[in-house]
């Protein structure tokens, strides 16, 4: 399927290990984990028992895809011990590894051996290494003529970009050397041989630079260096360095990011460096000989031509500002007052439809009063497919359906060439003293996948239930439903990809599963859908089943009394936010430090966009707040809401009918984490629950500012991707919740 960005993989090997320092007991049994990315994009080897130079030469090579579209700069690797007898693993040590030398090498594998270092679980320092093969791939189906020669007569030449433009907008958080409270930096860019130094900023550790500069011709092997200095008296001194390459900026189009500082031999050291921002992209300079062709071309007459009229709709945006701060829109359209009659009709459904609500709370709050903790067993009827979307080039699928819950998969046999299918298998979980936050927290994750052989399965689409939300129903169970699956993950499926047709039934103690009259039901379902307009019983247009495309908003403005996880220094963190719902790939902020000696504060001020198809079986909507640290994120505190109790609301919309700035739906609240005690390790059992489920919890850790809607009418331009994006307003005052 298309992307937007050409799919580069990553491929690791791990090798061997050697030296490694014995636990408790004289012997050690190594496995190494290989993250990349996110927590849960992480692989491992299998465990040499009784080694302390274990060898993988046989295992199989891990594969991470999208680098350069996920944003991807350092690979972590955790050497761990296996206990076999109280499954606690121990770490052995830790490596961070930047991708900067593999990126600016594709093609070409790294086989080197690395130093572990002591982790933040570890009480003994590290001892050993560990061999690794990394090897970085560009998708061979894209034409991206990194090494094309491009002839002086070719009349496309002058179109090809032949230039590197840089701007350095500023850096953060730098570490002043030589023990000094603060410094005077300055940056030096470095690619081709060539070096350019930008003007020194006094006494900052956050400076803006705007430092601009243009490498000509410059070769896809040649990485961009970007140093950050303190000037001297009568030199300078090293802060820290990041190195960008070529096909990550081509890649990217423009390449816009905070960048980490790594020291000179590529380590981060004990404390972070900072981070400086950058903005690169390949343009076109018709003065230069022989350009570069490189597959992304970009038409500087387009850029101005997009400038341009984006000055024009900054324009717009400020005489919509002057027209609303003069009251012109605040016209009352006499034709919507409604009549007595039609006054007392509305009051009157109104209040039926609050009794009616009121009734089923009470029902629902009885069933959930009788919820018992113990040994629970869901079953999971795949009954059939309709309609799926065709992976394969012969117009057909090979769909095989994935049950995820409670850490647990089971899945359907493969059904070959068809795009509607009948599976009729029933999937059984068990699950062993399941408490009550257990079931609060947890989903059913139902998957469609194409199956391949060799390749990794493709997804068709998913969808998600709530575990609590289907044992509450009527006689504990999601009946014959159908539901549309959607693929979230990739941006040119948008829209419903298929139809499945599934039973979903949880039974806990004392519970008895109803006993259908099949044959009956059946025959009901077919007479509704030949009445419909099916033939022979199959809808011609699929299940008659419509689900419109939603999303929900939320919008961070800043977290308040954050706990300290620094480890030396002022109390600080560098926290983010991650969205969990519906089943989508999680949505979160960009990492944000905060540092202070009374309350910590941290502004994130982001808004992220999740889509939702309604009605949706999923209701459970999940906030976790981190700490963001190197060899593997904190979790701070959790916090829940309900997706049925989100308001729709609708961004306001000025002259020409362009979408104004401003905050839209109910006041934003103050959500309070709560968790584990601060001198807790938070490697045991009982902080990892404290921080997960509030509910538990016995210390308050914090508090986010949280604006929530659902957007019932987006733009179609849109699609069905997860979004992030600045809050360019200021909250207003009348909006801003009380401080107590």
């Known amino acids: 399927m298309a992307s937007d960005v050409p799919k580069d993989r990553l491929e690791v090997r791990v090798l061997e290990a050697k030296n490694l320092r014995p636990v408790d007991g004289g012997s050690v049994n190594p496995y190494v984990v290989v993250q990349c990315g996110q927590d849960d994009d992480q692989m491992n080897t299998d465990v040499k028992t009784g ?8 295992s199989p090579i891990m594969v991470f895809d999208s680098i350069t579209a996920r944003e991807i700069e350092f690979l972590f690797v955790k050497v761990k011990h296996k206990d076999l007898l109280s499954y606690q693993d121990k770490d052995l040590g830790v490596v961070p590894l930047s991708l900067s030398t593999a990126l600016q090498s594709p093609g070409i594998a790294l086989d080197e051996w690395y130093s572990l270092q002591k982790s933040k679980e570890m009480t003994n320092n590290a001892e050993g290494s560990v061999r690794l093969v990394i090897t970085y791939f560009l998708d061979q189906s894209e034409d991206l ?35 000094l409270s603060t410094c005077d930096p300055f940056v030096v860019l470095q690619c081709n041989n060539k070096k350019k130094e930008s003007k020194q900023v006094r006494r900052n550790l956050f400076p803006k630079f705007g430092f601009e500069q243009v490498f000509y011709n410059t070769e896809a092997n040649n990485p961009l260096i970007v140093t950050v200095k303190h000037k001297t008296t009568i030199g300078s001194t090293f802060i820290g360095q990041a190195t960008i390459s070529m096909v990550e900026i081509a890649g990217s189009g423009e390449f816009q990011k905070w960048v980490q500082l790594v020291d000179e031999t590529g380590g981060f050291g004990a404390r972070s460096r900072g981070e400086v921002q950058v903005k690169a992209s390949w343009t076109y300079d018709p003065k230069v000989k022989k350009p570069r062709q490189l597959g992304w071309t970009r038409e500087s007459a387009l850029r101005k031509q997009e400038k341009r009229l984006q000055d024009e709709l900054d324009k717009f945006e400020r005489e919509d500002q002057e027209l609303l701060s003069k009251n012109i829109y605040n016209q009352q359209d006499s034709d919507d007052e409604m009549g007595e009659d039609e006054r007392k009709q509305f009051l009157d459904e109104q209040e039926d439809r609050e009794r009616k609500a009121k009734v089923e709370i009470m029902e629902l709050e009885e069933r959930r009063s009788r919820i018992k903790p113990g040994d629970y067993q869901m079953q999971v009827h795949v009954i059939e497919a309709r309609d799926l979307k065709a992976e394969d080039l012969q117009g057909t699928s090979d769909p095989v359906v994935f049950v995820y819950c409670m850490g647990k998969k089971k899945k359907t046999r493969i059904i070959k060439s ?34 391949n052989n060799i390749l990794p399965n493709e997804i068709i689409g998913s969808y998600q239930f709530d575990f609590m939300g289907v044992y509450l129903n009527s006689d504990h169970e999601v009946y014959r439903k159908w539901i549309g699956i959607a693929d979230n993950e990739n941006k040119s499926d948008t829209g419903i990809q298929g139809y499945l047709k599934v039973t979903i039934t949880i039974l806990g103690p004392g519970d008895r599963q109803k006993v259908h009259d099949l044959n009956q039901e059946i ?3 077919l007479k509704e859908e030949a009445r419909s307009g099916a033939l022979g019983g199959m809808a011609v247009a699929g299940p008659n089943i419509k689900q419109d495309l939603n999303f929900l908003v939320v919008s961070l403005f800043r977290a308040e009394d954050l706990p300290d996880y620094s480890i030396v220094g002022k109390p600080s963190i560098r926290a983010f936010v991650r969205l969990d719902f519906a089943g989508n790939p999680t949505n979160r902020t960009r990492s944000v430090y ?34 963001w640290e190197i060899t593997g994120h904190k979790l701070v505190g959790t916090i829940f809401y309900d997706f049925e109790k989100v308001q729709a609301a609708e961004k306001k919309k ?48 914090g508090r986010i500012l949280v604006g929530m809607y659902r957007d019932k009418n987006p733009p179609s331009k849109r699609g069905n991707n997860i979004d992030n994006v600045a809050i360019k307003y200021e909250l207003p005052p009348e909006l801003y919740p009380p401080t107590a």
Not at 51 to 57: A, D, R, T
Not at 421 to 433: G, P
Not at 657 to 686: C, D, F, H, I, M
């Open 51 to 58: 080694s302390s130079n274990p060898e993988w030469k046989n």
């Open 145 to 179: 003529g990194l090494d094309q020669d491009v002839d002086e007569d070719d009349d496309h030449a002058s179109t090809g970009p032949n230039a590197v433009k840089v701007i350095v907008e500023g850096a953060r958080n730098l570490l002043p050397p030589g023990g």
């Open 418 to 451: 068809c795009t509607s299918c009948v599976f009729d298998e029933v999937l059984y979980f068990n699950f062993k003293e399941v408490t009550l936050e257990q079931m609060t927290d947890a989903v059913v994750k139902v998957v469609c996948y194409d199956a």
């Open 523 to 525: 025959q009901h379902e």
């Open 594 to 627: 905060g540092a202070s000696r009374e309350s910590i504060v941290v502004e994130f001020k982001r808004e992220l966009h999740m889509p939702v198809y309604v009605p949706t079986m999923g209701n459970r909507i999940t906030l976790t707040l981190w700490s």
């Open 654 to 701: 000025g002259l020409f009918r362009r979408v104004l700035n401003e905050y839209v739906g109910e006041p934003p609240k103050w959500g309070n984490l709560y968790g584990a005690p601060e001198n807790t390790s938070q490697s045991k059992e009982s902080a990892k629950l404290m921080n997960r489920f509030p509910q538990l919890a016995s210390h308050y850790r």
